[in-house]
Every structure is written in C-alpha cells, then in structure tokens.
C-alpha cells in the first residue's frame, strides 16, 4: 500500500515538474502558438515597388478605386511632422473584410502591413506606420473577393525611415 502511495505521488510530482516547465518555456517566447509560425510573405516585404508588393501578395487582380473605404493618416490627416510615428485610421462599412493592406509609395520597402482578418475583427483599425518622405499611403481591402483601394498623399517634415 506503501508503494502504491508513493508511485503516484512520484506521478503527481513528475507532472508538475512538466507542466511547470512547459509554462515556463511557453511563457519565455521558445514555444510559439501554431498561428505565430503562419507563412510570412517575404516576397511581399522585401519588395521595393508597390506593385511588386501587391504582385506578391495578391497575384493579378483588378483593384478598384472606391470611396467605401474611409482613410485617415496622420494628424491633420494630410500631414507628419515625425514620419517615424504617423497615425493612420482606416475605416469602411464592408462585410466580410478578409484582408488589410498598407503600403507606403516611398518607403525603402513599400509594404507597411499586411493583416488577414477573421468575421470577429471590426473596423476602425488604427496603429502607427513609418514614412520615409512626402508620399502616397494606400490601403487595400479585401472583401468578399473583391478588392479596395484608397490613397492619401503624406507630407512628412522628419523621415521615418532609414
């Protein structure tokens, strides 16, 4: 009876000890969720025209120009006085958004960001972008096969980019 006690109060300590271990791996960034280790489009951000970005990204679709999607970049929204730090808002009232694109004319490399969004995810987004001089910013939507695109012209005092 001795025995049996003690070999599954080993189990339950071996267990711990793992679990333990586990959490702590999975807690210092050595283990990743699935999701994180998803393709990334090299191709797509290494890319040092914007077409060749969309090329990448997209493969040969037409893009419409199209007044759905609302815009906002910096703050007044034609302006930055840092480019290393320019607001950007986008906002549309499109169903079933699949994919966010941002990219920036100018920049050394066009491609800002790339966001593949579930049903869940809700527009406005906002973040901060990078711009390397006066440029246009463009962002692309994907909805429901379709895609949408508007531009803004940025002027920025400090390049953000280097």
Not at 35 to 63: K, M, N, R, Y
Not at 73 to 90: L, Q
Not at 123 to 129: E, Q
Request: with cysteine; charged share 20%.
């Amino acid at each position: 009876m001795i025995d049996k006690l003690n070999e599954q109060r080993r189990v339950l300590i071996k267990g711990a000890i793992s679990a333990s271990t586990l959490a702590l791996v999975a807690t210092s960034g050595l283990l990743l969720p699935q999701q994180l280790l998803a393709h990334w489009p090299t191709d797509a951000f290494s890319a040092e025209a914007v077409e060749d970005a969309l090329l990448a990204l997209l493969g040969q679709a037409d893009i419409a120009d199209n007044t759905i999607i609302q815009f906002k970049v910096g703050a007044p929204p034609s302006y930055a006085i840092n480019g290393a730090s320019v607001p950007i808002e986008i906002q549309s009232d499109l169903e079933n958004i699949e994919q966010l694109l941002v990219l920036v004319e100018k920049n050394p490399f066009p491609l800002v960001m790339s966001l593949e969004l579930t049903p869940e995810v809700k527009l406005p987004f906002t973040s901060m972008i990078k711009i390397a001089e006066d440029s246009q910013v463009i962002a692309v939507i994907r909805a429901e096969g379709k895609l949408y695109k508007t531009t803004r012209f940025v002027e920025v005092d400090i390049g953000g980019c280097a």
